[in-house]
């Protein structure tokens, strides 16, 4: 069974950073596309950022970019997303998001995804 597990949200001021993780269950998280994505109230469930099975590709929506980072460690079945430079309107429930493909391009469609983690909340004062 694979089990995405998110932790890491809280309450920030803006402009301070936060370190989400999710760690995966299984033993496939290498083969694992891998990505973060948000919902705030009212809103519809967004890409926030992606990185391929390897490592090798990552994708940033354009409102994050130069902003959060996505990583993955294949050994701790883990990634992460560092979130630097916080703004009130990143404030959302993060959810981590897996899908077992070894290509290069990231899905950007919450559809595209078969495992999904509980999500954590982030929350932005200004």
């Known amino acids: 069974q694979v089990q995405p597990v998110e932790s890491g949200g809280g309450l920030v001021q803006a402009g301070g950073s936060l370190r989400l993780s999710c760690a995966v269950s299984?033993?496939?998280?290498?083969?694992?596309?891998m990505a973060w994505f948000r919902q705030a109230p009212g809103k519809e469930r967004e890409f926030v950022a992606g990185?391929?099975?390897?490592?090798?590709?990552?994708y940033y929506a354009d409102s994050v970019k130069a902003r959060f980072t996505i990583s993955k460690d294949n050994a701790k079945n883990t990634v992460y997303l560092q979130m630097n430079s916080l703004k009130p309107e990143d404030t959302a429930v993060y959810y981590c998001?897996?899908?077992?493909?070894?290509?290069?391009?990231?899905?950007?469609?919450?559809?595209?995804?078969?495992?999904w983690g509980q999500g954590t909340q982030v929350t932005v004062s200004s």
């Open positions: 990185i391929s099975w390897n490592g090798g590709t990552t």
């Open positions: 998001a897996a899908r077992s493909f070894r290509g290069s391009t990231i899905p950007l469609s919450p559809g595209a995804y078969d495992y």
């Open positions: 299984g033993r496939t998280f290498s083969t694992y596309v």
